[in-house]
């Protein structure tokens, strides 16, 4: 079975710039969250959406926006992108929203240069 | 306070021996927690999950969990080289049941 596959696996931006991430979560699957890990760190959430639907968001500015579409797959979009944003993107996968175990995908690696 | 504590390390162990790695949070109701594995570079990769008090048992690892004095440890018996990473704590509360909350995570080095 295929786990959980984002894309692309590195980026180099710019600041001011936009970027979109991708996600598709493990098959069965209807929860999506995204999380921010920079270097040193733990993951820190970003938004979890379950069923279309936002359900949960972090401490992170309204740069960040997600979708979740009808597949159950994810888009992140950063916009206005700073330096600070550069980090690895994870996207982790559950059954359902509600304190499940999450599986991780592979991650983005972004750069803002 | 931090919602999720550990200690950063590098925790050094020598190969054969149990590394003890442990993990304090803050939010009294949570309910699920987890532990993962990282590798330098690479995504987290789930150990083990314990929901409720006690010990959980899984090949080499142990997860153990005590609610009342709000603590969670990870315990490695018989540590390999390959076990050298970063431990990540997390914590899903049901006051905030949306989203998972990380600790820092703690350097293991299994020395041989």
């Known amino acids: 079975d295929a786990g959980v596959t984002q894309s692309p696996t590195h980026l180099i931006k710019t600041r001011g710039q936009h970027v979109t991430l991708r996600c598709s979560p493990i098959s069965g699957h209807k929860s999506v969250s995204w999380y921010q890990q920079v270097l040193g760190q733990g993951p820190q959430f970003i938004f979890q959406y379950y069923e279309k639907e936002e359900r949960g968001r972090g401490n992170f500015p309204d740069r960040f926006s997600a979708r979740q579409f009808p597949n159950y797959s994810s888009e992140l979009n950063v916009n206005a992108l700073l330096l600070g944003d550069s980090a690895l993107y994870l996207c982790?996968?559950?059954?359902?929203?509600?304190?499940?175990?999450?599986?991780f995908g592979p991650g983005t690696r972004l750069l803002v240069l | 306070q931090k919602e999720v504590e550990q200690n950063s390390g590098p925790l050094s162990v020598p190969e054969g021996a149990i590394a003890s790695l442990n993990c304090t949070y803050s939010?009294?109701?949570?309910?699920?927690f987890f532990w993962y594995r990282q590798y330098s570079g690479k995504s987290p990769e789930l150990i083990m999950s314990i929901y409720s008090n006690g010990d959980k048992e899984d090949g080499r690892f142990t997860a153990q969990l005590n609610k009342a004095s709000q603590y969670v440890s990870l315990l490695i018996r018989d540590s390999q080289p390959s076990d050298s990473a970063t431990y990540l704590c997390?914590?899903?509360?049901?006051?905030?049941?949306?989203?998972?909350?990380f600790g820092s995570g703690t350097r293991l080095s299994i020395r041989p």
């Open positions: 939010d009294r109701v949570s309910q699920s």
């Open positions: 997390a914590v899903n509360g049901y006051s905030s049941a949306s989203k998972i909350i």
């Open positions: 982790a996968s559950s059954f359902s929203e509600l304190g499940e175990t999450q599986y």
